[in-house]
């Protein structure tokens, strides 16, 4: 009878027991369902007023709360000036300008969070009272957000996955599931393309948070009490049926703007895009993740449209689309009268100021001229697609021994003839800023301000800056939207901006034609090319495309020009907004 009682008393007490487990699971469950948020903002320290004040031979610098002296250096035509703020916070680099008192340069804030490289943004310092210069300093803002919604599935696992709208780190980070273990949160999926599932971190729970270690920093996530509004939403968790309004005027971008009725687009197909596709809530890592949306026609800026937080004066990072702009810079220091053409060799115009004797060069090399950097067509051993590629945009960031990125990429063995065949390459784009560099003598980014930014009217803008403090033009300039699709309607001008010449005609006319074949593509001078079936024919688009879904097309035949920019990075999905959303919603919808 006793042990009879005994197994009684232990089955309760393990029918109890199991009863508990069952319970916390639930209540487990409902906790972690819903939307985690983190996100990270670090700084920069240093930005707002910049005050340059003059004292006989020194210059008196006013910044973020530091004050400073350096010496002052002169010269006839300009006065040079830099200095770097204590503690390596950033540094700026400019020159006064006699005839105009006016100081131009630009500002380096350090390395990033987003992507560890340091940026260049521009500063113009205007006279106050004769006494002293003031300009603003408006550096990137340095920050890194995640997105974790939870759900339960039919077989009560808990399905998850991140979003990471800075850097698309969820693609990376592929996960599947979240699983309670003790005090931790298991986030288990697999990495970028290696299909073996694995527990990806191990978050810390505790208060009903969660604390992440992502790429050696620390977030914390919190679940959202209300996440109607919450940015992981194009617009909201339940947006309103999309309507249309026309883009501000703003006299200072110089866009002229207009409506889509004006230049015959239909409003009703435009709304269906957004409500069908971009305005839809993502159900996993595989669906769109559209940042922005902006539409010209004959010449006027007719829709802009933001998601996820994004806004017009929100810099966004290009990716290799702004590897055109590479080409697009070649073109202007060709035509601003800088002694360098297409045909310029490539080695010896770099070597010419040094000692290098360009006789030891190989003699292959020597070939190499900038038309076949800016065509990717070098023959250098430099391939973006192959891994094992000593030139690989990847194999050459990561590695230490050569931080000059230009000096490696010239130390490349050759693999074919110049001008043999177009292969992707990365490093070869870059090394264009050093051919113009040289030729002009001046520095890249006082070309890019002068030849590009000044008469394109753009005034923000951020040019990562390579381990030897050169700007890198493989990919990765973060620009606004308005400004960034400017340089795809200087190609359907002919070269042009609001009647101000950049590039030539013939040379506008070249980088859009497909010179070269390349994935299957067109390739010209930094621009790819492709076609569309459009009524009764086929319509040929030029356009430039970064990782990610970073595009900016223009159609001349149709004087249209579209400009997509997402946060699809390292996933095939980004590549909808090319091969989908423009023959199957935009060109549909001109009339």
Known sequence: MKIHLYRLKFFILCLMTFTL?????KNNTSELTGMWEGKRIAGPEIQGDLLISRD?????IDVSGFKFNIP????RKNSELSFTVPGNRGSFSGTLNHKSNLISGHWYQPGTLNNGMPHASPVILTPENGRFWRGKIVPLLDEFSLFLPVWKRQDGS?????????????????????????????????????SE?????????QNKSMSVNIRGNLYEMHKSTDDSQSHFYARGKFPRPYQYAPPPFISEDGWPVGTLSEVQIDEQLIAKLVDEVILKTADSIDDP?????LIARSGKLVLEEYFHGFHRNKAHDTRSASKSLAAVLAGAVIHSGTPVKLNSPVF???????????????????KINLEHLISMSSGLECDDGNSSSKGNENTMQSQDEQPDWYRYTMDLDMTREPGEKAVYCSAGMNLTGAVLAAASGSKLEELFMQLIAKPLQVNHYYLNISPSG????GGGIYWQPRDFMKLGQVMLNGGTWNTQRIVSEEFAKKSISPIYQMRNKGYGYGWWSTQYPYLNRKVTAFYAAGNGGQIVMGIPELELLIAFYAGNYSHQVGRKIQEEFVPMYILPALK
């Open 158 to 194: 808990l399905g998850a996955f991140l979003r990471n709208p800075d850097r698309g780190f969820g693609t990376f980070l592929n996960i599947d599931r979240v699983e309670r273990v003790d005090d931790s949160i298991h986030w288990i999926g697999h990495w970028f393309r290696n």
């Open 470 to 473: 050169h700007p890198y033009l």
């Open 21 to 25: 487990h069952i319970c916390q699971s």
């Open 289 to 293: 993740y559209i940042h922005s949306m």
């Open 197 to 205: 599932e694995r527990v990806l971190a191990q978050a810390q729970y």
């Open 348 to 366: 010896e115009t770099i070597l010419a100021k040094t000692e290098t004797n360009t006789s030891s060069v190989d003699s292959n090399k020597q």
């Open 56 to 60: 006989n031979d020194r210059w008196l």
């Open 72 to 75: 002052y250096q002169n010269s």
